[in-house]
Structure formats: structure tokens, C-alpha cells
């Protein structure tokens, strides 16, 4: 796997970062590219100016997910599974609690457990209780498969599954290597990467709403904007290949709010997975066996999502030992429970807590309130919270750093905290390479104002590797932010004396372009004024 675009640009950069750190902690090797090794490794691909990137040769490849259904289906008749080939028009419930679910031809199934996992279809054909929809953005998405003759193919035998960003492009690519299909022929296929809130141009693909926009987008002949866009893109960077034929491929991709997948009980007995977001071919067994596990038992059952996550502040003694209440109110009440996790020491300076708690149903979470029932000051960042009814994760953020304290000189003995909105931004500070600019406690927090006059406050911004170290970009993503319009300005403020310096700052609304905030005060930030200045307010 390649992943390649121009140095400086925050979304290739937060690529490289997270593969890096991903290669160090399971001690993989993972190649630097530059326009030398790309010249030398795969001379038919020219890259744009001043690209980089990285490649992992042991983890290139790419899903077959013809093979992978095939293989599924197989499975599953040996196990018994009996497949009906008709389209499912509506689900209702019998009155000895079983669910009837009736099909196209007239036929009918009833079942006392369901899953219904229908991707773009889901909020169709009446298929889940009480007519309820799903919050999900349907984008009618294309793909082209560029036809290759032999000598192409040889050629292009070592070519890498690619992420590329485009220079001056917005949005990004993936390319897989060239694969003979079922027809004899082979193909490099080029797709568009799909970031959740990505606001579509016409040339990549556009929103659909009813079943009538879904079945005309597949049953379409072709889209000539997207098959120039395509076709652009292969002769800047193949320029020496001339493909045999190009094939336009349409689909529908479900996308949520979150980015992340909706897996979760609608009801008793009824689960709904919905909401792949462009990646269900990466995640598809791992997701059905989730489903499976769950309603087979009755109750969720996966231990990759946590109800509550507590983010402790890295700040100099953040952490506490004493006993903390959480108080989760929602649109139909309130409930509060202590958190705790027997045996473990929880709330630990830096450190991330889960907490898996069983409560009533408050429906929608509007806002939660933290409280400390002893006298040893706690400092948090942020606490998530989701359930079983309400499963998007709702992040709420401790914006005026308060400690947690029952000795009012320390801190406060309640907390209490709301969501500033839905939207998700990408703050991105590159660190200087001047002498001592690296921070390990500069107790970094932000204020964003847009051109819609709202401000996104953050609480304290700490790195994943606990510091911000000379040269490297850092990735922090803001989620349950306020619309901001066009973000306009940026005011950083430091809570430590760790002088901390930057070069620039990128914000971007994810998905969107970045507005790039260079340093202009050209100056150290620190809460010691022997250092630095403790505040900054750079606008665009």
C-alpha cells in the first residue's frame, strides 16, 4: 500500500503521520517515497511536484469483494443458511412477537430475530419499526476502469493499491493495481476517497434521496463529468499508457454524520447495520459477525465501542484517585451512575478510560455533568458518550479547564457540559524546527470563529505521543463543533511555561479545503512571558 500527495498538505500529511506511528508500534517497515524512489521503483507513474509519502510492501493488496461474497455465501450454505434471491418490500411485527417479512414475488418469511443490513436501500421498502430512518447522506459515487493492453500490464505488474492526493485538488484518490476480471480483461480501476460531510462537485458524483434517484443512478448509461475527471487524472499520472477502453462503474455509498459505522439495536430482536461509509468491503465479516454475536444474544456484544471515554489532561497532576459520578442527561431523562473500572487505576494523567455502564434509556444525549466526591483536584479534556439507542458517539469538552474538586481552592465540585453542535473540524499545527521548538506541557487550547459568527471552543490539546516534537504535523479532531462557515481566525492560548513554537496551523472542516494560519508573531507560545507570549490570534 502507497499513500502519496504534496508535502505540506494536511490531509497527506495526517496520512503519513498515522502510518508512521502505526509501523512503529507493530515494528513494521515502511519505505519513505520521494520522487527518486518513485522514479526508480515505478517509473510509468509520474507523481506531482514535491510529492511524498510512504509504502508498506507487506501490507499492499486489495479485496476481492466478488471473491469475498462468493466465499461468504459458501460458507454459509454448508452451515446451513438457505438464501432467497427476492427483494425484501417490508417488515412488520406479528402478535406472537415474530417478524414477518414480506417479499416482491408474494412469498412471505417470519423470524423471531432480525438484522437487516440493506446499505443505501436501508430507509426503503418500510423495512424497520414504526417507519423509522436512518440518518444517512446517500452519494451516488462512480469509479472508472481504465482497460490495459498486455505490454501495460507487464509493465505495471509491481504497481502498489495507491492513495494519492493531487496537487491543488481538494479531494483524493485511490487506485488499485491492475486486476484481470471475470471478462478476460484487465483493468486499473480509479475511485474517489469518501471523507464523511464531503460537499460533492458535480463531476465526482451527487446526493441522492429516494428510491427513484438510487435506481436512476444505477440504470444510468454514463456521467460524462466524472469520466473526464477520471480520465484526467490517469493521463497526468500514466502519461505513457494509453488505455485499450474505460468502463464507468456506478454505486450508492451510505454515509453518516460520525463517519463511523451505525451497528445497534432498533428494538428487541431487530438490529440494524447501516452507514459504511465507503469502507464496508474492509470491515464487512468483522461487521456481520458483530451482528450476529449481538442478535443471537439478545444484547450488543463487541468490545470495540465503549458507552462512556474519558480523556484525563496530560497537564502536570491532571490525574486523581478520587471516586467521580457521571450524570447523562437525554431528550426523555436522566441517569448517573459512578465510573469505575475495578482493579484498574483510572484517571491517570494522559490517559484515556472507558467505561461500559448499564443504564436506562435517556434517548437522544443532549449533555452529561461530571462530579467528584473527594478533594484531589482532577483536570480532564473531554468525555464521548454513546449508547445502545442513541449509537453516535457525542463528544462533550471540558472548553473552560475545569478541575474537578471538592477543596474550592482546587477546583470546582461539578462539571457540567453541551454539545456546540455536529459539525467536525481537523486542526493540524505543524511544530517548528527552531532550536528548543518542541513542547512536552504547553497546555495548548484553541478558540475557532467563522464567517457565521459562532466560535468552536476547545479544551486542552495534547498530543498522541505526549508532546509536540520538532518538524512534525499533529492531528487533532474536533468533533460536536458549531457551523462556522469558512473558519476565520484562530486564538491560541497557553496554560504552561513549556514554550512551545509552530510554523502554521491548518483547520479544515472534514472533508473540506484547509485555511492555512501561519505563525506571523513569529514568537514562542508560553504561559511565562519570559518565554513567549501566552496569547495569539491569527486570522486568515
Known amino acids: 500500500m502507497a499513500v502519496i500527495g504534496p508535502e505540506g498538505d494536511a490531509i497527506v500529511d495526517g496520512y503519513v503521520t498515522t502510518t508512521d506511528n502505526f509501523c512503529e508500534k507493530e515494528g513494521l517497515i515502511c519505505e519513505k517515497v520521494d520522487e527518486n524512489f518513485i522514479k526508480d521503483r515505478w517509473s510509468y507513474f509520474l507523481p506531482c511536484e514535491n510529492c511524498y509519502g510512504r509504502f508498506s510492501k507487506k501490507f499492499n493488496g486489495y479485496i476481492s469483494v466478488r471473491n469475498l461474497v462468493k ?44 438484522v437487516v443490513a440493506c446499505g443505501s436501500f436501508t430507509n426503503f421498502y418500510n423495512l424497520l419499526p414504526g417507519k423509522k430512518q436512518l440518518d444517512l447522506q446517500l452519494i451516488g459515487h462512480t469509479v472508472l476502469k481504465f482497460e490495459l493492453d498486455e505490454e501495460a500490464v507487464v509493465k505495471m505488474a509491481d504497481m502498489p493499491s495507491m492513495i494519492y492526493k493531487p496537487k491543488l485538488d481538494a479531494s483524493y484518490i485511490y487506485i488499485l493495481p491492475p486486476i484481470r476480471y471475470p471478462n478476460g480483461k484487465t483493468y486499473l480501476k480509479i475511485g474517489h476517497v469518501v471523507r464523511p460531510n464531503f460537499q460533492y462537485k458535480d463531476e465526482l458524483g451527487t446526493p441522492l434521496e429516494t428510491l427513484s434517484d438510487v435506481q436512476k443512478w444505477y440504470c444510468q448509461e454514463d456521467y460524462p463529468n466524472a469520466r473526464k475527471y477520471f480520465k484526467r487524472h490517469f493521463k497526468m499520472m500514466y502519461p505513457d499508457v494509453e488505455p485499450v477502453s474505460e468502463e464507468l462503474d456506478f454505486c450508492v455509498m451510505a454515509l453518516t454524520t460520525s463517519g463511523k459505522q451505525m451497528i445497534g439495536f432498533v428494538e428487541e430482536n431487530f438490529l440494524v447495520a447501516a452507514g459504511g461509509n ?37 497537564l502536570t497532576h491532571s490525574g486523581t484517585d478520587s471516586e467521580i459520578h457521571i450524570k447523562i442527561r437525554g431528550e426523555k431523562g436522566v441517569v448517573s451512575s ?31 455533568e461530571l462530579v467528584t466526591h473527594g478533594g484531589d483536584a482532577f483536570l480532564f479534556n473531554w468525555v464521548s458518550v454513546r449508547s445502545s439507542v442513541d449509537t453516535d458517539t457525542t463528544y462533550f469538552y471540558n472548553v473552560n479547564r475545569n478541575w474537578l474538586s471538592r477543596d474550592t481552592d482546587e477546583g470546582v465540585a461539578m462539571v457540567t457540559l453541551q454539545s456546540q453542535g455536529d459539525k467536525t473540524y481537523i486542526v493540524s499545527p505543524r511544530t517548528g ?88 508573531y513569529r514568537k514562542f507560545l508560553s504561559s511565562d ?12
Open 278 to 314: 465507503g469502507k464496508s468491503a474492509k470491515f464487512g465479516l468483522q461487521i456481520g459477525k458483530i451482528c450476529a454475536d449481538s442478535v443471537v444474544r439478545g444484547e450488543w456484544d463487541c468490545d470495540l465501542l465503549d458507552p462512556e471515554d474519558f480523556k484525563t489532561s496530560s
Open 433 to 520: 524546527t527552531v532550536t528548543h521548538a518542541g513542547s512536552s506541557n504547553v497546555g495548548l487550547s484553541m478558540v475557532l470563529e467563522g464567517s457565521s459568527g459562532k466560535r468552536a471552543y476547545t479544551s486542552y490539546l495534547d498530543p498522541k505521543e505526549g508532546s509536540f516534537e520538532e518538524g512534525v504535523l499533529d492531528n487533532f479532531e474536533l468533533r460536536n463543533m458549531p457551523d462556522l462557515g469558512s473558519v476565520t481566525c484562530v486564538t491560541l492560548e497557553a496554560a504552561e511555561s513549556d514554550a512551545w513554537y509552530f510554523d502554521v496551523i491548518a483547520v479544515e472542516e472534514d472533508g473540506g479545503s484547509a485555511v492555512l494560519f501561519p505563525n506571523t
Open 71 to 114: 466465499a461468504c455465501q459458501s460458507v454459509a450454505e454448508k452451515n446451513g443458511v438457505k438464501r432467497f434471491f427476492e427483494v425484501a418490500k417490508g417488515i412488520t411485527k406479528e402478535a406472537n412477537g415474530c417478524y414477518k417479512i414480506d417479499l416482491e414475488n408474494g412469498h412471505a418469511i417470519s423470524s423471531k430475530k432480525i
Open 338 to 368: 459512578r465510573i469505575d473500572n475495578s482493579g484498574h487505576d483510572d484517571f491517570q494523567a494522559g490517559h484515556t478510560d472507558n467505561f461500559e455502564l448499564s443504564l436506562g434509556d435517556v434517548g437522544r444525549i443532549t449533555g452529561v
Open 529 to 540: 512571558s519570559s518565554e513567549g507570549i501566552t496569547s495569539m490570534r491569527l486570522c486568515a
